[in-house]
């Protein structure tokens, strides 16, 4: 996936409100533009790091940007951008990269499923029928570690998410619970048990009914993100 128009360099002043960013251009402008973020991007963001971000003309819109890339405090970096993770899976399963899912002969986005009322993130349609894929944007990371962690708060909606999957996979239906890894210098995944210890139970729990995990990185720079390499994930680190 590449940045098109190109990415813009800046430096975080400050991120607050959630949803807003404030950060100073190098000709000393000072912008404030949207934070696509939910999460508490623990450990992806340090005041006075470097960011990226896509210009819109949009005279609709009231910011004129969007935050995309972040300098973490260990100097990596981290697409802080959560809806970039749906369309880098899209791209990479329609490439076949993903090879524990390849060779499907459709594949349908949000779809509704469940007894939660969720909708899965990809439906994808094989000879021996379904496979479900949730798909999880993982950027915490953790000094002195290549490991990284999901989540980066507290998430009942992660783990409803696991809990769906779980039901799918005992009654039958391939289920996939994937990690899109959008943070460099990472060797491997695993359950920030010490942030969300009930996520991390019911992700041990859905792979015990059945559940298949995944996590892939990502390379990553301020022209483009592609997935390109399959990685560990660590139930009980």
């Known amino acids: 996936m590449a940045f098109f128009p190109p990415l813009e360099q800046g430096r975080l002043l400050r991120r607050y409100k959630r949803f807003l960013a ?24 340090r005041e006075g790091g470097q960011v990226w971000f896509s210009r819109s003309n949009d005279p ?10 972040s300098e973490t405090p260990q100097g990596r970096l981290a697409c ?13 399963l329609r490439a076949g990269v993903i090879s524990e899912l390849a060779g499907f002969t459709a594949l349908r986005r949000e779809v509704a499923y469940g007894e939660e009322g ?11 029928g379904p496979a479900y894929v949730e798909v999880k944007s993982v ?46 210098g990472v060797g491997a995944v695993r359950p920030a048990e010490e942030i969300d210890a009930a996520y991390a139970e019911a992700l ?11 996590a ?19 139930l009980n680190p």
């Not at 950060?23 to 992806?44: D, F, K, R, V």
Request: charged share 25%; net charge negative.
């Open 139 to 184: 950027t915490l990371g953790y000094p002195d570690t290549d490991v990284a962690a999901f989540p980066d708060a507290v998430t009942q909606r992660g783990a409803k998410h696991l809990r769906e999957l779980a039901t799918l996979a005992r009654n039958g239906v391939r289920a996939v619970q994937l990690y899109c890894v959008n943070l460099t």
């Open 22 to 45: 404030d950060i100073e251009l190098a000709s000393g402008e000072q912008l404030t533009i949207h934070c696509p973020n939910t999460g508490s991007m623990l450990n992806c963001m």
């Open 204 to 214: 041990r729990a859905a792979v015990a009914e059945g559940v298949e995990v995944l």
């Open 60 to 69: 609709k819109r009231k910011l004129p940007g969007t935050w995309e890339i």
């Open 216 to 234: 892939y990185g990502t390379h990553l720079d301020a022209e483009r993100i592609v997935i390109n390499r399959p990685l560990p994930v660590l």
């Open 118 to 128: 969720s909708r899965i993130d990809f439906r994808l349609e094989f000879d021996s």
């Open 80 to 92: 802080v951008n959560t809806g970039r993770a749906n369309a880098l899976v899209e791209e990479a």
